[in-house]
């Protein structure tokens, strides 16, 4: 039976894509049947057919190496650079709960471990139009699965990461743990910051990501766990 994990982010642009690279990377290099899969993709770009790309999807099937092929990552993928809600309102086709499942499920019976990696922050609008609303903490409830936040380890990190720590718990999701991006060894405030998230959100801190990592120092057997 497949098991999944939800990839979250304290908010945009904090390399959450680039660590669910190197997570799914760890794995398929251990030998796991890993998939990826994400609900809705906004800001992509099109390629010389005109067909918009699943710019998300393309970076982690290049930097893990998995076979798995793009037509099934992603079932919503728009071109404005925008949340999901509004990108589908501007561009049509608007996300349904029943298509996000159908297709991690679809992802579920070809994968035994499936990385599902949302938009943005945990608070991500995906659909807002004619008094229906599906917000990504619905879809991650949906899908049944537990959460790893993914932050910046900079200034600013221990605000978000307890907020984002305690919001999913009010929300009763499974907080995993969460990997520090961006970390410099030695940065007298990113290990401090590391350490006082630890503490007021009581949060396993299970790695750090350097600038331009090619790998994660994380065990694989340790990462398989992660996964419920």
Not at 29 to 37: C, D, L, M
Not at 96 to 102: G, H, K, S, T, W
Not at 176 to 192: A, L, Y
Request: hydrophobic share 40%; charged share 20%; glycine share 12%.
């Amino acid at each position: 039976m497949s098991r999944g994990l939800f990839i979250t982010g304290t908010g945009t642009d904090v390399g959450k894509t680039y660590v669910t690279g190197l997570i799914v990377k760890k794995l398929h290099e251990s030998g796991a049947r890993v998939g990826y899969y994400k609900a809705a993709m906004s800001g992509n770009v099109r390629d010389a057919a005109g067909n918009l790309v699943p710019g998300d999807a393309q970076f982690v099937k290049t930097c893990s190496g998995i076979p798995q092929p793009l037509s099934e990552m992603c079932p919503y993928v728009y071109e404005r650079a925008v949340s999901p809600h509004l990108a589908s309102r501007l561009e049509g086709n608007p996300v349904r709960l029943d298509v996000v499942r159908a297709g991690y499920e679809a992802v579920c019976r070809r994968w035994d471990l499936v990385a599902v990696e949302g938009s943005g922050g945990i608070l991500c609008p995906l659909h807002f139009d004619g008094g229906e609303e599906l917000w990504l903490e619905d879809v991650v409830r949906a899908l049944g699965l537990g959460c790893l936040i993914v932050a910046d380890a900079g200034l600013g990190t221990i605000n978000s990461v307890v907020l984002t720590t305690e919001y999913l718990r009010a929300k009763n999701i499974p907080v995993r743990g969460v990997i520090f991006n961006r970390f410099h060894p030695g940065d007298v405030m990113e290990e401090d910051n590391a350490r006082m998230c630890a503490h007021r959100a009581s949060i396993p801190v299970l790695g750090f990501v350097g600038d331009g990592a090619r790998d994660l120092a994380i065990d694989a057997q340790q990462l398989q766990s992660l996964f419920a």
